[in-house]
């Protein structure tokens, strides 16, 4: 996800987020513990799918550097597509049923949030600049990894000890550039032979399990996303359900600073549908205001976005399929825009009817993300059933007379 989300009751005034989003569960007490028990009734996810994710959330793939994780994803992807292929930048497309009609783009960033070297100081501290929506607070005291063309440079961000500080009222926030990163360099002459400006820089944290249901990581947003699309892929290709549709699973780069890769191969690709998953806010913690940002919670379904840039037909299809599977759904308003490739897909040639689906997220841009695998496991059921829904030649309109 590219910003963070807010929601107003009202229209927003100027100077908001460019995004604001009215957020609600479906239904009530009751739909709650039926979503709940309608999850906890599917299948634990298979050992090979939970090992991709890992791997997935494991491996490093920064803005504009997501070569390694991009790998990853298409050496999965290789046995279940009849065709594999990249653009310039790296935006990647597994391709089934090729020829058929209509063409479904299942989209999904591979980039994650990250900073770049900026400045290496005389005596070899690193500084940086932020890649997408990193926060300064968050980032201190962490161990990151440095990207060369030599291979990965472990380093820390420093944090000056509470002891050393004046004691002049509350702590000041962190600027970006004030953060500096500790390689174990005597100076800039030693750091210069081990780092050089324009690296990237990615936190360290990997993937964990916290009981059954929940992962924690740094990167979920939007591994989640790619996990899903190939995951659908591959729920397509083992069912040998006869297909009318050619489905194009996607994973595009540099959403997190402007939707980038997702207008490059949207532009290429002339999909005629298209749905796109990422995360969005779960607010079931504390200290958050749900009558501002709503009640969107882990445990209880993935969500479907209305309005904007979600097509009122797609999204319709979508809860159908949803009820016939049995999925339970959340749901969510846009106001503005979505934050999400979502929005630069729908107006590209004209307009590609699109959808976007979003896993709960807890934490969304920290080290320490948090989401519940029932929820994930949901997603690519409903994509590779919409999929299969798809008549041939099948076009998405608004009903007018």
């Excluded at 940002?293 to 979600?310: E, M």
């Amino acid at each position: 996800m590219q910003i963070e989300r807010f929601a107003l009751p009202h229209a927003p005034p100027r100077g908001c987020p460019r995004q604001l989003r009215i957020v609600s569960l479906q239904g009530g007490r009751g739909r709650h513990s039926t979503s709940a028990q309608t999850l906890r009734s599917l299948a634990r996810m298979r050992d090979a799918s939970l090992q991709f994710l890992q791997r997935l959330v494991n491996t490093p793939s920064p803005v504009g550097r997501e070569i390694q994780g991009l790998q990853v994803w298409l050496d999965y992807v290789r046995p279940y597509a009849q065709e594999t292929f990249w653009d310039s930048y790296g935006n990647c497309v597994a391709v089934l049923n090729k020829g058929g009609s209509p063409r479904l783009m299942l989209a999904a960033h591979a980039d994650e949030i990250a900073m770049v070297v900026s400045y290496i100081d005389e005596s070899g501290y690193l500084y940086v600049r932020r890649l997408g929506g990193v926060d300064a607070t968050v980032s201190l005291a962490q161990r990151v990894l440095i990207h060369t063309q030599h291979g990965p440079v472990k380093g820390v961000i420093g944090s000056i000890p509470p002891h050393l500080m004046k004691d002049d009222g509350e702590r000041k926030v962190p600027k970006i550039h004030e953060l500096f990163i500790d390689i174990g360099a005597k100076n800039r002459r030693e750091a210069e032979r081990k780092v050089r400006i324009g690296d990237p820089v990615t936190l360290a944290d990997e993937f964990d399990r916290m009981g059954d249901d929940f992962a924690v990581g740094r990167a979920l947003d939007n591994r989640i996303g790619t996990f899903a699309v190939a995951e659908a892929l591959r729920l397509l290709h083992e069912s040998r359900a006869r297909l009318r549709a050619e489905v194009c699973a996607v994973a595009n780069v540099q959403e997190e600073v402007g939707l980038l890769g997702a207008r490059q191969i949207a532009y290429s690709l002339k999909p005629d549908v298209a749905l796109v998953v990422d995360v969005t806010h779960a607010t079931d913690y504390p200290n958050i205001h749900k009558a501002k940002h709503g009640d969107i919670r882990l445990g209880k379904g993935p969500t479907l976005t209305h309005g904007g840039c979600n097509h009122p037909e797609v999204v319709a299809r979508l809860e159908a399929l949803a009820r016939k599977l049995r999925i339970p759904l959340q749901h969510e308003a846009m106001s503005n825009t979505s934050g999400t490739d979502t929005d630069a897909i729908f107006w590209t040639r004209g307009g590609i009817p699109s959808a976007l689906i979003s896993l709960p997220n807890r934490y969304m841009h920290s080290p320490v993300e948090v989401i519940n695998l029932r929820d994930l496991e949901a997603i690519p059921r409903l994509l590779a059933e919409f999929a299969r829904s798809l008549k041939r030649g099948e076009q998405f309109k608004v009903k007018l007379q």
